[in-house]
């Protein structure tokens, strides 16, 4: 479009009207356009867009393609075409979905498995929430899915490893995210490679140095780390321009002080991941551990009352699964699992091609790595399933509680963090881990999970003995069912947006933390979530300052001062010190759903 614009008006372009302006408002324009005289060949894109080394030709692409001179008045400049709102209708046929997410790849097969397994629950789960909101209407969004991390360019190293006991957490949560876009009636666009992403986009030919031109063909992006870096190399300036579309699925979550980028480098924040200068709520969580972000989630099977009484008639009350399917994370486990086997028999799901591993102690009955399916039907026999530690925060333990077993697992003394664990370092967050699942032990708790310290003895053999005496019912938090999901997503999407007060101010209390204490904490022992909202705060203060700062707003009581923060980006629920007691935004939340406040729906 631009292109032949520019070679239209070639003619008409004489070169008095194409003197380089000296403009105050635009005053990059003469430095830009030496630049392009110097280096215009250096990236095809510039020829597709019509420059040809004249000065004409680069005023008219930095005025129109980019934006750093003022635009030209001898040219058209047409107004982009209105966008109209279609509505968005629920879909219970995956059929179209299915034929989206492709082939060719064992991770792209093991997510369709699971679209197909749950279709019956997610189409239950439409009917129950298009009833719920009556005939309110939703805008249909044009959504792209870019799946980085699945990418041949970010050496998609989890599809290989799929059959050998590999993590298959990233998978269940994009299998279900794709899944719920789908089923809320969103025009969705799936990209699993860079040149799909290219395509879709509509990125000129070259090595990204040039924009998009038009408006972005997406109302959301969803994508990862690893798509988010794609899209930087492959959108140039545009990136910048389009930021608040994209939404970054990150397991263990994005704190403020890593996520901006001048801040994180003076303060020592900076990691490989972080420094993207978005919204922090742009970062979307596995569970609702970080209230910075926002908690995306994904979704557990849910049994009907006939499946759960026939699940408890058929528990066998002496049977534990052990969480670890790969055989190094058996190494050095050899204590507990003694007196466990004194109780128990024991049951593991260790991949194997040949030979058991030795890691697995004789005792065991090792199954092998089973498919879905059959994990489910082994889980529905036990009591007991255990976790060893490792890996943080997965699926499998809400499975195992939806399918009334006791999870059982190790406290972690001191915590782990990025301070201290191989594994955090580099992560994006400072965030501290007390055990293998937070989630399970705060949200979910006793009598479905036991915390306890496995390296004492007398702790572990009594958690074990009251296990075998505990009666559980099988039991799935709302906000893991299909219909939680679908909620919280279609929340996001209707009010997730610059203009709307969402959370309404109505759900939102300020708190004044200990010293010490973040507002995470301070607002959870209070009874409700941070809710991390930049607004103007009633302070009663002697002195009060603004500064650039994670730990605000926040008051110092030795100082009797208060400071304000002048950048909104970084309000940190997760920041504290011991110098400070922070102001802390806290919101109330739906029972079953802490993403949505009570009057979020």
């Known amino acids: ?32 356009v030496d630049w392009m005289r110097a280096r215009w060949t250096s990236d095809p894109c510039y020829a597709f867009y019509g420059v040809d080394g004249s000065d004409c030709s680069f005023l008219i692409y930095l005025s129109e393609v980019e934006w750093f001179c003022p635009p030209l008045v001898w040219r058209n400049h047409s107004s982009p075409p209105t966008q109209h709102t279609h509505q968005a209708a629920f879909r219970t046929d995956l059929s179209v979905l299915l034929d989206q997410v492709g082939t060719g790849k064992e991770s792209l097969s093991f997510m369709k498995r699971r679209i197909r397994r749950l279709a019956l629950q997610w189409g239950t789960a439409a009917n129950r929430l298009d009833a719920k909101l009556g005939q309110r209407w939703r805008d249909q ?24 006991g590999g993590p298959l957490g990233e998978m269940v949560q994009w299998a279900d995210i794709l899944t719920a876009l789908h089923v809320l009636g969103h025009n969705l666009k799936i990209s699993m490679s860079v040149k799909e992403l290219q395509g879709f986009l509509g990125v000129p030919p070259g090595r990204g140095s040039c924009p998009l031109t038009g408006p972005l063909p997406f109302d959301l992006i969803y994508t990862d780390y690893h798509g988010l870096q794609q899209m930087k190399q492959h959108m140039g300036l545009s990136l910048k321009k389009h930021k608040c579309h994209i939404r970054v699925i990150d397991t263990f979550g994005t704190e403020p002080a890593y996520n901006h980028e001048e801040y994180a480098t003076l303060h020592g924040y ?17 569970f609702p551990h970080t209230p910075d972000n926002s908690f995306m989630g994904f979704v557990s099977e849910e049994l009907n009352e006939t499946e759960k009484r026939i699940i408890q008639q058929n528990k066998v ?10 055989a190094s994370m058996w190494k050095g486990k050899e204590g507990f699992l003694e007196i466990l086997h004194g109780y128990m028999e024991v049951h593991g799901t260790v991949y194997y091609e040949t030979q058991r591993p030795p890691e697995v102690p004789a005792f065991v009955k090792n199954h092998g790595l ?13 009591k007991l399933f255990i ?22 697992q190790p406290k972690f003394s001191p915590p782990h963090s990025s301070l201290n664990h191989e594994f955090f370092r580099g992560k994006p967050t400072s965030r501290e881990v007390f055990s293998q699942h937070p989630y399970a032990e705060q949200y979910i708790g006793r009598p479905h999970v036991m915390t306890v310290d496995y390296n004492n003895s007398l702790e572990f053999d009594t958690a074990i003995r009251e296990i075998m005496r505990t009666k559980v019912e099988p039991y799935l938090p709302y906000e893991y069912t299909c219909e939680g999901m679908l909620e919280r997503v279609h929340a996001y999407i209707q009010n997730q947006v610059r203009s709307t007060a969402w959370p309404p101010l109505s759900s939102l209390r300020l708190l004044v933390s200990q010293e010490g204490q973040s507002c995470v904490d301070a607002c959870q022992s209070a009874g409700f979530i941070c809710e991390p909202v930049s607004q103007t705060l009633e302070v009663q203060c002697e002195v009060v300052d603004s500064e650039i700062n994670h730990i605000l707003p926040a008051f110092s009581v030795m100082r009797r001062e208060c400071g304000l923060q002048r950048e909104p980006l970084l309000f940190s629920c997760a920041g504290h010190s011991p110098k400070y007691r922070r102001l802390c935004p806290c919101r109330d939340f739906r029972r079953g759903q802490v993403a949505l406040c009570r009057d979020c729906l």
């Open 317 to 326: 009350n002496n049977m534990a699964v052990v969480y670890g399917k790969e």
């Open 141 to 164: 969004k044009k959504i792209l899915v870019h799946v980085g991390f699945l990418t041949e360019e970010s050496g998609d190293v989890f599809s290989p490893k799929v059959l050998k």
């Open 370 to 382: 089973l498919p879905q399916h059959e994990l489910q039907q082994l889980l529905r026999k036990a």
């Open 1 to 32: 479009y631009v292109n032949g614009l520019i070679k239209k008006h070639k003619i008409d372009g004489t070169s008095s009207q194409c003197e380089v302006p000296r403009d105050p408002r635009y005053p990059e324009c003469p430095g830009k």
């Open 270 to 286: 900076r990691t490989n991941w972080g420094y993207w200068n978005l919204n922090a709520r742009q970062y979307m969580t596995m």
């Open 387 to 408: 976790g060893f530690g490792f890996p943080y925060e997965g699926p499998a333990p809400l499975e195992a509680i939806a399918n009334g077993c006791i999870y059982l």
